[in-house]
């Protein structure tokens, strides 16, 4: 890895250098890989599930705030991160992946997803929340459509190798676009996206996940709307005011959804809202948990 840049703030140097486990448990045939803060701890678990095209680090500097009061964990779903690459991938099978690492910290675990990973969070919360302890999505899009998405085709190009690990770093890029987080946060997560082979350096990330997605099992699954209207876990949300994914109609089937005191939007955030406002966003995180553990 490479040094932190030197505008990082003392809380976020902290956090990202306190020591971390690591641990690899078998789901399905492929090895997920996930870290862990304070595992030995006899404290309610609390998993942390990235987006697409991200991994378990993005939530390094995140995680560490609530290890006083949860046993806390951030995991690789398969295809990113340190996780195995698959030959395919279906939703059911990532549910089944942050289940499996939610039951390695304890019954009755809260399961925090952004993006992609709060999609997969909140099919993994239809699936078996009678065994969580709650679910937390952010920045996920809730709707009722239930339409078969037409699998993208197989990327044309190989891996793309760079020569050191500052020049894939360069190369990293957000995505939908919008306001950049703080250089020291982009420089911290892209450094973790890029591992070392004989070649060079490349992104971890298997960039056929989309095109290797099996739809047969996804079919006999409800919509959004319908899994949220009868979660049996505690579900609560969080999202950027400034998200491309939520205007306000969008707003407002979140608010028909989900209690007041479950529901919190980020001032001046955007899609990646703890990469732009990480202090804001544990705040509302902390007093969502509360609010969580008190209906579980």
């Known amino acids: 890895m490479t040094e932190h840049p030197t505008d990082a703030p003392d809380w976020f140097q902290q956090y990202t250098t306190l020591a971390r486990n690591d641990h690899w448990i078998t789901v399905a045939g ?69 289940f499996t690492v939610a039951q390695a910290l304890g019954e009755d675990t809260i399961v925090v997803g952004h993006s992609l990973g709060g999609t997969m969070t909140r099919i993994c919360g239809h699936l078996y929340g009678d065994r969580l302890g709650g679910i937390v999505i952010v920045d996920s899009n809730i709707s009722r459509s239930r339409g078969k998405r037409t699998p993208l085709p197989m990327p044309r ?36 996206s890029l591992r070392q082979n004989n070649a060079g ?27 949220v209207s009868e979660m049996i876990c505690p579900a609560g949300f969080i999202y950027g005011e400034k998200s491309v994914f939520f205007p306000p109609e969008n707003i407002k089937r979140l608010t028909s959804l989900f209690p007041q005191d479950l529901l919190t939007g980020i001032p001046d955030a955007h899609h990646h809202l703890f990469l732009q406002q990480p202090e804001k966003f544990c705040a509302a995180l902390r007093n969502l948990l509360g609010n969580i553990r008190k209906k579980s």
Do not use: C
């Open 30 to 98: 492929a090895r997920i890989h996930y870290q862990s803060w304070n595992d030995q701890e006899a404290k309610p678990g609390l998993l942390f599930v990235h987006g697409h095209a991200a991994h378990a680090h993005w939530w390094d500097f995140i995680a560490p705030a609530f290890i006083d009061k949860y046993k806390v964990a951030a995991m690789d779903m398969s295809g990113a991160g340190d996780s195995d690459h698959r030959d395919a991938y279906s939703a059911r099978t990532f549910a089944q992946e942050i």
């Open 157 to 192: 190009r190989k891996d793309r190798i760079y020569a050191s690990i500052e020049t894939g770093i360069r190369r990293f890029r957000l995505r939908p676009a919008q306001p950049s987080p703080p250089a020291y946060i982009t420089h911290y997560i892209a450094g973790h």
């Open 201 to 227: 350096y490349s992104f971890k990330l298997d960039p056929a996940v989309f095109a290797k997605m099996n739809e047969v099992s996804a079919e006999a699954l409800p919509d959004a709307v319908t899994m």
